[in-house]
Structures are given as C-alpha cells and as structure tokens.
C-alpha cells in the first residue's frame, strides 16, 4: 500500500439516512475533488479555505450526481493530518456508491479498513493507544466502556506509558553517571535507591497488568452463566434481567436445553448472559449435550449466577454444580422466595459453609414476581470494579497486545532486581532497564513494524 496513493471511502454507514460522508485524505484530496465538485460559489477546493463547509453538486463527467456540502482541511490539520475532504452528499446507498465511485475515477483508491486511523498514526498526529481508542469508541456497548476508551483517547494509557519511561530513563542515565564519575559516586550505595524505585515501577506494572480483566470486561461484557439444576427457574430469571420473555419457561424440568444468550445493561455494565439446561443426570441425549454445554460454560465464565429452588431441598444436582464452581465470580440466586420455603436463606448459607462456600453471597429473590431482582444488580455491580465504576484516575489496558509488552518490560525490570541483588555489573543493568524502557514503547506503537501496523489497522472498520 502506498503512503503517497490519494485514498477515499465512505465513512459513514451504508444505509438508507439523512446523510453520508465520502472521505477524501491524501496529497491529491484538493485536485481531486475539484475534479468532481463544483462549488456555488465558484472557488476552487484547493484554493479554498481550511475548516470551512461549501455548498456545491457533484458531478460525473457532466452528468448531476448529487447536491452536497463539502468540508476542507488543510494539512497538517486534519484527522489524518494530510489534506482532507470530506463529501457530505444525500444518504442513499445508491448515491453515496455513486459519489465514492466518481471520486475513485477522479484518481483516488479506496482505501483499506482503518487506512485514515493508519495514516494519522503514520503521520504523527495519534500514538498506537490512541489508535486503538478510536475503535472502541466507535465499538463501545456500554457508558463506561465509552469512557474508558474516551479516557483513552485523550491520553490515558500514553500518558501513563511516557511516565514509567521517563522514570526508567532517568535511573538508566543515573547508573550512566555512576559510571561516569567513579570518584564521587559508587554503585554499591547506588544499588539501594535504584532497587527501590525498580520495586515501585514494577508494582506500577502489575496494577496495569491486572487492570486488563477490567478493561476487558468492560469492552467485551461480563460473560455471565446461569446455572442450576432443572426448574430452579433459570429461564426465568434471564427474563427478568433482560426484561424480555426471551427463553421459554415451563413447570417441565429439562425445558432450556440450547443456550440462550442476551446482552443486557445492568448499571452502565454490559452483562453477556447466557441461559443453560438445567444440570442433573439424565439419560435423554439432547438433554445430555446441553448439561455438557452448561458445564464447558460456566468453566469460561466472568459470573456464575447459581439459581437455587427455595420450594425443594437440595439434591445432589446441587451437589454437581457446587462442585464445579472455581474461581469465578459466584453469587447464589434463592429463587422462588414467594412460596413457602424449604430451604431458608440462613439454611443455605449454613450449606454453604458447611462446604466452605460461604464467600459465595446469597441473594433472596422471586424471578416470577420480580422481587429481589435489584439486590442482585446491585450485587453484581459490587462484584467488579470494586463496585466502583468511576474512572477518574484509573487507566486500564484494553488490548492483549498492551498487556503483553507491559509484561515483558515487567520482566525486564525483574532482571534489573535480580542484578542488583547479585551485583552484577552496571552494563547488564542499564541494558536490561532499556529493554523495559522498548518494550512500553511498544505499547504506544514506537518502533511498530509494518506487517504488525497491517495486522492492528485491519481489524478497524471501513472508512475511518
Ligand atoms: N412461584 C414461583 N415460581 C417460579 C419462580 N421462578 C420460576 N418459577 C416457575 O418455575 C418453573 C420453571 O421455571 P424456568 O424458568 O423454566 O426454570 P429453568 O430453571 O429454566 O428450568 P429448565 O430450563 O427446565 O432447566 C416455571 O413454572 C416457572 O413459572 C418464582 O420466583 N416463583
Ligand atoms: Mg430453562
């Protein structure tokens, strides 16, 4: 792909709205639209001035295509930071294809997914985390996952990752005037200090790395299984949390048998929650498969929301589904607490800590009668984040490739204390915080290799 090319796309969806946007970015962008625009006012695109909206008509070798405005940027000022244009003409699928194409025979070539964000980031303007914000804003399902990628787009994550390399830097540039200097300064007091601060930077580190599972739980959702044994009422609570008779109900045990997934907002949280067969030992093979699907589940699973009968003793399903459950995030639904109870909420807990399950919560609820049903969203919000989902200082990775090269300058830093606590010579130390020091730059694209740029610019959508 040539940095040099012209490129256009649509930039807005294809489908039937008030407008469309045909984005025009390269050196080329001005000539090239002045060979499909005409503006009213009679000037020339290239002439024209930066930031202005124009009224004007395209046309396709005389022939009237559309009645447009056009926005103009003038490089280095733009989204791309290269010339820009940008096409606003009728939302129809037919026009908007229409304008795009008499753009491309005008001397652009449409671009690749994600080509302008590439640009802008090949250009200067935005680093890789910034890069990488842009889509998830666009992709956002929830507020905080939206503020989340906000903050990253101002700068979170680079902010953060400048921070830590500066402070890497500077202890590198200190063991350097150690060398330097070897009258006034001496590594053996030197050691000390420097191991602290190597200390600091890498719990610094470990909050981040950890900081991920949140950042992918709030762009992703919060994969939740609901799991129980048959008739526990499991259908019925994925009803109420979804507020849509979504899986079937019936007083038959062994109704659910496929899974059934929703997405569902609970306090500005995005929950995946899937519904699953009820577990117990059967001999039906359709029944079987789908017990089989409920237990792979809940192994993957962010949130197990175990649905007990209060109306039934607990029998030894119950027993199985205890049984599996890990280290998931657990909370112990006792459903059907508008019959008569034969299981109490303190009964079920004693259960539990007879089994040393206790740290799992227990919330009292009536799936049919809606009863409860805040208590559990409140539950689940105090489950993670801390129940706190302000994002005022806290900055999370939100990709796989952040976390890695957070890890691997981790790793590097590790080295630095293990050299210092054997002594080793000063070379290994400094080469070992410099490693560190590349591998966050990394995390804000320095030094990014093409076919790795490719690699992350191809999973953005077309046109921005
Ligand atoms: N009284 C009462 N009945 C309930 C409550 N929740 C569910 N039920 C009833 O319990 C029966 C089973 O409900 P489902 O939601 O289908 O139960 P399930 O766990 O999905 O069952 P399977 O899919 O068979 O595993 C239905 O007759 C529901 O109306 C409740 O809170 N109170
Ligand atoms: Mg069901």
Redesign the pocket.
């Known amino acids: 792909m040539n940095q040099n090319d012209t490129i256009t796309a649509i930039s807005t969806g294809l489908s039937e709205a008030g407008i469309s946007i045909v984005r025009i970015s390269g050196r080329q962008a001005f000539e090239i639209a002045d060979k499909v625009v005409k503006l009213a006012a009679g000037t020339l695109i290239a002439k024209a001035e930066s930031h202005r909206i124009y009224y004007g008509h395209v046309f396709d070798q005389g022939t009237l295509v559309d009645e447009v405005l056009v926005s103009v940027f003038r490089a280095p000022k733009s989204y791309t930071a290269e010339n820009t244009v940008e096409i606003n003409c009728h939302g129809g699928v037919v026009v908007t294809r229409r304008v795009l194409q008499t753009v491309i025979w005008a001397g652009a070539r449409p671009a690749e997914p994600g080509e302008f964000t590439k640009r802008a980031f090949l250009n200067g303007r935005i680093d890789l985390t910034k890069a990488e914000a842009v889509m998830d804003v666009i992709r956002a399902q929830s507020e905080y996952a939206l503020q989340n990628s906000i903050s990253q787009l101002q700068g979170a994550i680079y902010g953060k990752m400048q921070d830590l390399r500066q402070k890497i830097l500077y202890q590198a540039a200190f063991i350097e005037s150690v060398l330097d200097d070897p009258e006034h300064y001496r590594m053996e007091d030197a050691g000390q200090p420097l191991g602290e601060v190597v200390g600091s930077l890498i719990s610094e580190m470990e909050e981040l790395i950890s900081s991920f599972q949140n950042g992918r739980l709030l762009k992703e959702g919060i994969k939740t299984v609901?799991l129980?044994?048959?008739?526990?009422?499991?259908?019925?609570?994925?009803?109420v949390l979804t507020g849509e008779e979504k899986?079937?109900?019936?007083?038959?045990?062994?109704?659910?048998?496929d899974v059934v997934e929703q997405s569902v907002m609970i306090h500005g949280i995005m929950l995946q929650i899937m519904?699953?067969?009820?577990?117990r030992d059967t001999d039906d093979q359709v029944e079987k498969i789908g017990v089989n699907r409920a237990k792979e589940l809940a192994a993957q699973a962010d949130l197990i929301l175990y649905?007990v009968?209060?109306?039934e003793p607990l029998n030894e399903s119950d027993d199985e589904i205890l049984s599996i459950l890990g280290t998931q995030n657990v909370i112990v639904v006792l459903?059907?607490?508008?019959?008569e109870p034969v299981i109490s909420q303190t009964v079920l807990e004693d259960e539990l800590r007879k089994r040393k399950m206790d740290a799992y919560p227990v919330v009292s609820?009536?799936?049919?009668?809606r009863?409860g049903i805040d208590l559990l969203e409140n539950k689940i919000k105090e489950l993670f984040f801390e129940g706190n989902l302000s994002f005022n200082n806290q900055v999370f990775l939100t990709s796989e490739r952040q976390k890695q090269a957070v890890m691997q300058a981790k790793e590097s830093l590790l080295h630095v204390r293990e050299g210092i606590r054997i002594q080793l010579s000063e070379e290994f130390l400094t080469a070992d915080l410099m490693n560190a020091y590349e591998q966050l730059g990394l995390v804000i694209g320095e030094a990014l290799d093409e076919d790795l740029a490719d690699e992350i610019f191809k999973q953005f959508c077309m046109g921005k």
């Open positions: 609901i129980g044994r048959p008739n526990a009422g499991k259908s019925s609570l994925l009803n899986a079937i109900v019936t007083e038959v045990a062994g109704t659910t048998r519904d699953t067969a009820g577990i649905v009968d209060a109306s459903n059907k607490n508008d019959m609820i009536s799936a049919k009668h009863n």
